[in-house]
């Protein structure tokens, strides 16, 4: 069929909007634009019919690599493990209906830890929303508890500069994911293309700089603290302010703990960390928290798994000092007397500097004391724990072992959720910043392997284990697949004790052991199964066969290695502190129970 000659005249008239500064592209052309301009490298996803028109697109360019996964929650996993471990924004892809509810998972555990994530989801049609399309869900709404913010995008005209929001949103403030909801025929229409350099929202401007007179009162409280106390959580991590953080603490020479998701911000093998807090904290960690008359909070929200009761804690009475970036955050469960709002790095950047103006310096007879009294607590040695007889793998050695082996090396741990996730934490050191990947807030199961998968993406010269469980690995276990077909030589060291660990400890303690559903009772053959997926199995059941079984996996750099160590079945997670107590009514063993 011949061309008319007003389509000719259209399409000349195009091609001269379309210049070398705005080429006009498909929808689907300028988001890859758009992650090229962001500097993405990897992104994780899943197609689908709604997102075709966009993995054509990563089909014709050469830059950011695709890496296929089994299922979309590990993709959002495996995304949000690299952002975690790099500091940068993670991004996946899913198609629309299932895909999106499928994801929805692992959006939920990076908004629960505040993880710079950008999720594109496909969507049916603009003109088919709201008619019950195929594959159609209401994106929008179903995610919007469980993100920083999201966006519809209904005109191409709209998408660069709706994917630069979404990137400026998810990075800036309190980070979190954002997700982008581009219906299929956005993807495929055309517009000149524009990335904006800069962005700038009415209704989003974020505080970085804290309030210098609040600054000044929190430094006058610490100078004049008998018992100071420092409590950091992941808001120090994901500032990246582990060095500012250090420098306050040798400067002062004060106690400090971190959370769950703090671990690494400060140096657990430094005498003044006093190991993590909270419902699986120390001794010494937990009695200083409740005993201490300041307390320095940075980055950190009181949640109940730190401060336990909050009437408890609120018994003692203390001057708190709480810096954090988002103000929601502050005396939300705690009343505290000096709320800073600004960004960690900023804040203790500008205390420091007070500190070396003011030339003050701590009481240090009071310290001293202070420092007694912590001694006295650590003396309980709340994290020893015994071998038994010696004919049965004791959880504890494994991780203990592992940090032995790895403490001096470039190494990453990722875990899932239960038991094995918290000896991991107590048991393995910390030394260095965003080294530990593991779901805090969300508590979520599956995370390990698709979490290590981004990781040694990110990290490929690292080392990267997963700790994990025979319940949660099971998963997520099919990205097994996706290591063999990536290339990502992950070690997994699997805690396996038959049991879903946690629960049944939880049902030891709470429920008079009544043990319902939490036996596993028809596991598979792991090694058997590892091999399968194309991997390297071992069966480790004898504790003498433990550091040969590591040294192994480690000498096999370029395979994937799944170590399935049978564990005791009875060992319980102590220190412990139970639903509804305070953070000092601790079950430190068995025979408490």
């Known amino acids: 069929m011949e061309i008319s ?24 052309e300028i988001l890859v634009r758009a992650l090229q301009l962001e500097n993405v490298k990897h992104i994780w996803g899943y197609p689908g019919g709604a997102v075709l028109y966009i ?11 695709h890496v296929l996964v089994r299922h979309e929650q590990a993709a959002v996993h495996a995304a949000d493990g690299y952002a975690r471990a790099t500091g940068e924004v993670g991004v996946a892809l899913v198609t629309s209906g299932p895909g999106v509810t499928n994801a929805v998972t692992g959006i939920a555990t990076a908004y629960m830890d505040s993880i710079p994530m950008v999720i594109i989801t496909g969507q049916v049609p603009t003109h088919a929303i709201g008619l019950d399309a195929f594959q159609e869900c209401d994106t929008v709404g179903i995610t919007r508890p469980i993100v920083k913010h999201n966006f519809l995008v209904k005109d191409v005209r709209d998408l660069a500069e709706t994917l630069k929001k979404a990137f400026h949103i998810a990075r800036t403030g309190r980070p979190g994911p954002v997700v982008v909801d581009i219906p299929k025929d956005v993807s495929f229409k055309k517009c000149a293309f524009h990335y904006p350099e800069t962005v700038e929202m009415r209704s989003y401007n974020p505080v970085r700089k804290g309030h210098t007179g609040q600054i000044r009162k929190a430094l006058q409280l610490l100078l004049a603290a008998k018992r100071p106390y420092i409590y950091t959580g992941g808001g120090v991590l994901l500032s990246n302010a582990s060095e500012e953080l250090r420098t306050l603490v040798n400067m002062l020479g004060y106690p400090c703990t971190n959370t769950l998701m703090g671990l690494g911000a400060f140096p657990a093998s430094d005498p003044k960390f006093l190991g993590m807090l909270g419902m699986h904290g120390t001794v010494e960690a937990n009695n200083a928290m409740q005993h201490c008359d300041v307390l320095l909070a940075v980055g950190a929200r009181f949640d109940d798994r730190v401060i336990g009761n909050p009437k408890h804690f609120a018994q003692n009475e203390r001057k708190i000092i709480h810096i954090d970036i988002d103000p929601s955050s502050i005396s939300k469960r705690v009343k505290v007397d000096v709320p800073i709002v600004g960004d960690v790095k900023d804040v203790l950047t500008e205390l420091i500097a007070m500190i070396r103006e003011s030339g003050l310096k701590p009481d240090a007879n009071a310290l001293g004391g202070w420092w007694d009294t912590i001694a006295g607590w650590r003396k309980r040695d709340c994290m020893k724990y015994s071998l038994g007889s010696g004919d049965v793998i004791k959880p504890q050695y494994v991780v203990e072992t592992l940090w032995n082996m790895t403490k001096d090396a470039d190494t990453y741990i990722t875990s899932d959720v239960g038991q094995h996730q918290m000896w991991a934490a107590q048991y393995y050191k910390f030394d260095e910043p965003r080294r530990w990947i593991n779901s805090g807030g969300l508590g979520t199961m ?7 998968m981004g990781v040694k993406l990110a990290k490929p010269d690292s080392e990267v284990f997963c700790v994990t469980g025979e319940g949660s690995v099971q998963m997520c276990i099919q990205e097994l697949s996706t290591c063999l077909q990536y290339n990502t030589p992950i070690k997994i060291v699997a805690l396996n004790n038959r049991y879903l660990g946690m629960v049944r400890q939880w049902q030891q303690v709470e429920y008079a052991g009544r043990y319902s559903s939490s036996y596993m009772d028809a596991l598979p053959d792991f090694v058997k199964l590892a091999e399968a997926y194309g991997h390297v199995g071992m069966l480790i059941e004898r504790p003498e066969d433990v550091e040969p079984a590591l040294r192994e996996a480690r000498r096999l750099k370029d395979r994937t290695v799944f170590m399935d160590f049978r564990t005791d079945p009875t060992e319980n997670v102590f220190p412990m502190v139970q639903a509804g107590k305070g953070i000092t009514e601790m079950l430190l063993g068995s025979e408490d129970l």
């Open 446 to 452: 599956g995370v390990g392997i698709p979490y290590a």
């Open 5 to 28: 000659k007003a389509e000719i005249a259209s399409a000349a008239a195009a091609l001269s909007l379309a210049d070398d500064k705005h080429p006009e592209l498909m929808g689907s």
């Open 55 to 65: 993995y054509d697109a990563f089909y014709k360019q050469d830059t950011i690599q």
